[in-house]
């Protein structure tokens, strides 16, 4: 399996650690890993161009959030 090493400051790494407390995955790597794929099926679900696009996020109380997705 290749490795990839990545520079991370402080707050990077505070997000990374407070991820594994806060969700399933088990380790910093297995963030990392869910965060592209998440990535990857956002950027393939959005029509193809050249821009940033913006897509709507409503939660389960029916707040919406609009999150840019470069």
Do not use: C, W
């Not at 402080?10 to 990535?39: C, D, G, M």
């Not at 959005?46 to 696009?53: E, F, I, R, T």
Request: net charge negative.
């Amino acid at each position: 399996m290749p490795r990839i090493t990545l520079d991370a400051d402080h707050t990077f790494n505070h997000t990374l650690e407070q991820l594994v407390e806060s969700t399933p995955a088990t380790s910093k790597a297995e963030v990392i890993r869910n965060a592209v794929a998440v990535y990857s099926y956002l950027k393939n679900s959005l029509p193809k161009n050249n821009g940033a696009q913006t897509i709507e996020i409503r939660d389960a109380i029916g707040d919406t959030k609009h999150v840019l997705i470069p």
